[in-house]
């Protein structure tokens, strides 16, 4: 039964080559997504102390997300289109739903490339908050401050 099984995915469409290179960096880019929060969360804080602190921003993303597929899940009925296109679910139902065959090659690549773009702008805005908190010196540094130091450097700059 389970020789059968595997000699007819192709029949069934599970595990296409296009599925699993999608659902392969759908992961990867997956991880990525989430440290670059983590980056930024570590990227305002100056001390241990604030770090741990500001990766509640973090924490929040990655347990409201887990939430939202989990009673998808438990709802019994397919997964909303959606999940599969929002960065913070679709790394979490993107590489089982392409694999299995419940979304479509299209709606995959829409949600890879949205995670992608998504992700460079993430690991971009990290690298400039580090940038411009390392020149930073002073009082304790929120995400609304950073945020307003950003936005007037980016007023600056052009």
Do not use: H
């Amino acid at each position: 039964m389970v020789v059968t099984f595997f000699n007819n995915f192709d029949t069934m469409g599970l595990f296409r080559p296009v599925s699993v290179v999608i659902a392969i960096l759908t992961l990867l880019f997956g991880i990525i997504f989430y440290s670059s929060i983590a980056t930024i969360c570590g990227a305002i804080s100056s001390t241990k102390e604030e770090a741990a602190s500001n990766q509640g921003l973090f924490i929040m993303v990655l347990i409201v997300s887990f939430y939202f597929v989990l009673f998808a899940g438990l709802k019994g009925e397919d997964v909303a289109t959606w999940m599969y296109i929002v960065p913070c679910t679709s790394a979490m139902v993107l590489p089982a739903g392409v694999c299995s065959g419940t979304v479509s090659t299209a709606i995959a690549a829409i949600g890879l490339l949205v995670m992608i773009i998504t992700t460079v702008m993430l690991v971009i805005l990290a690298g400039k908050l580090y940038t411009m908190m390392a020149l930073y010196k002073g009082n304790k540094v929120n995400i609304s401050k950073a945020m307003k130091m950003l936005m007037a450097s980016g007023k600056s700059a052009g």
